[in-house]
């Protein structure tokens, strides 16, 4: 069918001292109340942290490690000291915190200038104190910050000594020497920009400004304006994924409140519809259980409680006065030291919060919303609440994934079935330096390692990066219903001869105690082509309707290569009638997936974790299901969460999925699912690749002619047309 479509030595962290009350990163978020004034708190443990730093010898060492090393830990932390010492003056007007300050940026003043470039240099453009001047810009921005918070604070030598050996020196070296990455538009580009404007605004050179909005030659194609215009999609979606979203966050929002303070004129808030407003909401709802979804390039402990999301929860507050924002703070447990967050902090203490609207949505993708989309479907605005993501987006530059339609399930504060996420350990000198491995290629990029259909085991676009870039799906049916919620796309340039769609909907019926997804994905081809469709599920198999025979003794490589080169072949079975269901159990729940396949399916269990000689992989199993055709291939599935089982007092209830069987039925390019139950309950889903409002599509099922108008229909049981539990 065609269907549209660190450890620090100091207690200081990237400008945060932890109030009492933070908690750690968990799988789902726990509101913390802070204490009468959490950022009277955090302040209290700035004041104290620093007092206790301010009595220590000055220590620049000389430049020589790569990332997560002792001179680059070292540097970063001085940062932090600068930018935490000139928000402490500026909040409390105590002149020492100043001093500090001014001491230590006098201090690299006449280092700085002797530095050449990284002995350590990254792939990427090389930095002078930081093997990449990414990092250069992480720091600019931070000292640029102190340096302006006690200016007034500092003799005349002092500043000429600043500004002309420190923070000149340094933003040159970010533009004008390295005109690549300054007019690049990319998060390092937005880094730069950012750190240069800073920069610039700091010591009244208006010059700097406008080469950071502008470009380098000023004339408006490249720059921070630019970067606005580019990276950012018209519902605030960033093009590398939510994982550098919230990383490129930071300079965004510091950056635009430096311009709306000192060029109001600019209304840098309101452009392109408000749009960086926008991207501070978008960054939350790209989350779940208080961590970002982990697709592309994604580390998997990052979350709403990052530094970056910090200042940007605390700016949206100051612009928008949305009491939803309140209890994300309250989630966060944490507090920048900047009077946007100290009045976060005074509206929370005063009962202020209201819940934040978590939703469903879907988040177009590209410059002009024509580059597919993220869709995120919740069950409610709980964020636990059931959730599923579908990942029909662009392939998000060099850092996307070969991952086309495919999609993360989460439940009761668990990821149930996942996603892989970047193959790296950031800052673990150990590790390949803190590097992306070699298995992010290898492995987490390929397409075998995500939720999706992979051909002949070639990953999408041949693994190609520079032509992933080139397509995006095309998007068709979204729909936020009361019992129905559904999402579809398509591409057919994923491989040559064959386009896939896909459709993915949240039903809710009586027939099933908690809400189902039903999922149908195609391969359409006039060849013969293997196809495989991974699920990687997260828990304990607990039975299948099949016969499993496990590979007990010896393991043996899936493949040799795009991926299979790192999964064990641990067992497999056939399927039963053109039936598949797999069972586990995560956490306290059990979850099921019955799936519609063709009669001769293999059904592949895996590991992650072959060909992996330095152990860099995470040991997390995968259940495959495998078909071969002359003539495409159509999978139907129902995800079904149920049953509970409690260890403490020992009961167990509705292990077994209730679903008996799962049929999927076509007529040309209309489709429909049938499902009963065990109880013999039956729904339906019609869906049809014509998304016209009047058009009427029918679908003969065992005899009986099932229609509907309009691209979807839920045909709900008997026991939910009646009321029935």
């Not at 923070?167 to 070296?173: C, P, V």
């Not at 390295?178 to 880094?191: A, D, E, L, M, R």
């Not at 999978?635 to 049929?663: L, M, Q, R």
Request: aromatic letters at 10%.
């Amino acid at each position: 069918m065609s269907r549209p479509v660190l450890q620090l030595a100091s207690a200081l962290a990237l400008g945060i001292v932890l109030a009492s009350c933070e908690s750690r990163a968990q799988s789902r978020p726990i509101a913390q109340t802070p204490q009468a004034d959490g950022f009277e708190q955090t302040l209290s443990n700035a004041k104290q942290s620093l007092d206790a730093q301010m009595n220590l010898p000055i220590s620049l060492p000389v430049p020589k490690d790569a990332g997560g090393g002792f001179t680059h830990e070292k540097h970063k932390e001085s940062a932090k000291l600068i930018y935490n010492a000139g928000q402490l003056y500026k909040l409390t007007d105590e002149e020492k915190y100043a001093d500090y300050a001014g001491k230590l940026m006098q201090a690299y003043a006449e280092v700085y200038p002797g530095w050449g470039l990284h002995p350590a240099q990254k792939e990427q453009s090389p930095g002078r104190m930081f093997w990449q001047n990414l990092n250069e810009s992480w720091w600019l921005l931070h000292v640029a910050q102190g340096y302006d918070a006690v200016k007034e604070t500092l003799s005349e030598e002092q500043r000429q000594l600043i500004e002309t050996d420190l923070l000149r020196n340094m933003a040159d070296f970010l533009s004008d020497g390295s005109p690549k990455t300054f007019n690049k538009i990319h998060n390092h580009g937005t880094w730069a920009t950012a750190a240069v404007g800073l920069t610039g605004y700091a010591i009244d050179d208006q010059d700097y400004v406008e080469q950071a909005l502008m470009g380098l030659d000023k004339s408006g194609d490249a720059g921070f304006l630019k970067q606005m215009e580019k990276l950012f999609s018209p519902d605030g979606y960033y093009n590398e994924g939510p994982y550098y979203q919230r990383y490129a966050l930071m300079p965004f929002v510091i950056f635009a409140q430096a311009v709306e303070q000192n060029n109001p004129e600019r209304k840098i808030f309101e452009r392109r519809d408000g749009i960086l407003k926008k991207a501070i909401y978008t960054t939350i709802q790209q989350s779940y259980g208080g961590l970002f979804f982990p697709i592309n390039d994604a580390l998997k402990d990052k979350g709403i409680a990052t530094a970056e999301l910090l200042h940007g929860v605390a700016i949206a507050y100051d612009l928008t006065s949305d009491a939803g924002l309140l209890s994300i703070a309250e989630t966060q447990g944490k507090f920048v030291l900047t009077p946007e967050s100290r009045k976060v902090s005074q509206d929370i203490s005063a009962g202020m919060a209201e819940p934040f609207d978590y939703k469903t949505m879907r988040l177009r993708d590209g410059e002009n919303g024509t580059e597919g989309a993220l869709d995120i479907i919740r069950a409610s605005s709980d964020p636990n609440d059931l959730s599923l993501v579908v990942k029909n987006t662009s392939q998000g530059l060099g850092h996307g994934h070969f991952d086309k339609l495919g999609f993360l399930l989460y439940d009761a504060g668990h990821e149930v079935i996942r996603d892989y996420g970047a193959a790296r350990f950031l800052n673990v000198e150990a590790k390949y330096g803190g590097h992306y491995l070699a298995e992010n290629n290898s492995f987490a990029k390929q397409t075998i390692a995500h939720n999706t259909l992979v051909v002949d085991e070639t990953s999408h676009f041949e693994g190609d990066t520079e032509t992933g870039n080139q397509y995006a799906p095309a998007l068709g049916t979204f729909s936020n219903g009361e019992t129905l919620k559904i999402t579809s796309a398509e591409i057919n340039t994923a491989y040559a001869d064959v386009a896939m769609d896909r459709t993915m909907a949240m039903v809710t019926d009586a027939a099933f105690p908690n809400p189902i997804i039903i999922d149908l994905i195609e391969g359409h081809s006039e060849s013969s082509h293997q196809y495989d469709l991974p699920f990687y599920y997260n828990g304990q198999l607990t039975e299948t309707n099949f016969e499993l025979a496990a590979e007990t003794t010896s393991r043996r490589p899936l493949g040799d290569k795009n991926g299979y080169q790192h999964l064990w072949r641990v067992g497999s079975g056939q399927a039963v009638n053109g039936s598949s269901q797999v069972t586990w159990l995560l956490d306290k729940k059990f979850y099921s997936v019955m799936s519609s396949v063709p009669n001769s399916s293999e059904i592949i269990f895996a590991e992650i974790g072959a060909t992996d000689p330095n152990f860099n992989l995470r040991r997390e199993p995968a259940f495959i299901i495998r078909a071969k055709s002359a003539d495409g291939i159509s999978i139907a599935s129902v995800i079904e969460p149920h049953g509970e089982y409690n260890p403490t007092v020992e009961f167990t209830v509705n292990s077994h999925s209730i679903v008996k069987s799962v049929d999927h039925f076509e007529n040309g390019s209309d489709d429909y699912i049938r499902i009963e139950t065990k109880d013999g309950e039956v729904v339906g889903l019609g869906v049809s690749g014509d998304m016209a409002k009047d058009a009427a599509h029918t679908v003969d099922v065992g005899g009986t002619a099932m229609s509907w108008t309009g691209p979807y229909k839920l045909f709900h049981s008997e026991k939910h047309k009646t009321g029935g539990n």
